[in-house]
């Protein structure tokens, strides 16, 4: 069965505080795995898609890697306004568009 | 601006009613999707739809209905079958290809009371 977990499930960081957020993922075969960001009451923002092992791709203070089984989403320096929910979702290849996502981690950076 | 418009922001509903949420998005995106999202749960799947006049149940579309008769809209009813409405809901569309990852509307947070 295709599985996301997330973790942790909360991190409080101070500004600066570099970190990083795991995505561990089963699934049968990947198509695809996105980063969301998510602000209270809002709908999630995409961020990433990774494809294959050994792929990163980078945003502003956010930066996303990928291997076979999990994927980080490190954050370098960051800000208050960083603070939201990160989420991730695995698509596979067993036929439909359907994305499978966690739970999510809450982030919170303080000033 | 390209992008999907939920409304309302906030419903409520009283027992025995059905309600409809709206989904309307301008991306000219083919797939749309309605997602239900509760408190230390991941997003769940309630119905999909790739194509006008064709959809299909996701992963718990008990007591909820969809329509797609037009390309840019998928309206979601939440009838009295569903026993523990209250949730965020959350509407998406994507353009069928994996590289952009869903668009997501800004959610309607419906409520019984």
């Known amino acids: 069965e295709d599985q996301v977990t997330q973790s942790p499930e909360a991190l409080r960081l101070q500004e600066g505080e570099s970190s990083s957020l795991n995505c561990s993922y089963t699934v049968s075969g990947l198509r695809g795995l996105f980063w969301y960001r998510q602000d209270p009451g809002k709908g999630p923002e995409f961020l990433f898609t990774?494809?294959?092992a050994g792929e990163e791709k980078e945003k502003e203070r956010l930066k996303a890697t990928l291997t076979k089984k999990e994927s980080f989403l490190h954050i370098t320096a960051p800000k208050p306004e960083d603070s939201a929910t990160y989420l991730c979702?695995?698509?596979?290849?067993?036929?439909?568009?359907?994305?499978?996502f966690g739970t999510g981690t809450r982030l919170k950076v303080l000033a | 601006d390209g992008g999907i418009t939920q409304s309302p922001k906030y419903l409520f509903r009283k027992e025995g009613q059905n309600v409809t949420l709206s989904c309307e998005q301008n991306l000219n995106h083919d797939a749309m999707y309605w997602y239900r999202q509760d408190p230390g749960q991941g997003l769940r799947l309630i119905y999909y739809?790739?194509?006008?006049?064709?959809?299909q149940k996701g992963d718990i579309a008990e007591g909820y209905s969809v329509s797609r008769e037009k390309k840019e809209s998928f309206p979601l009813t939440v009838t009295s079958a569903q026993k523990n409405p209250t949730a965020f809901y959350l509407c998406?569309?994507?353009?069928?290809?994996?590289?952009?990852?869903?668009?997501f509307g800004s959610g309607t947070r419906l409520t019984v009371v």
């Open positions: 998406a569309s994507s353009s069928g290809i994996a590289n952009y990852g869903y668009t």
């Open positions: 739809s790739q194509i006008v006049n064709d959809f």
């Open positions: 990774l494809y294959s």
């Open positions: 979702a695995v698509q596979g290849t067993s036929g439909t568009y359907k994305y499978i």
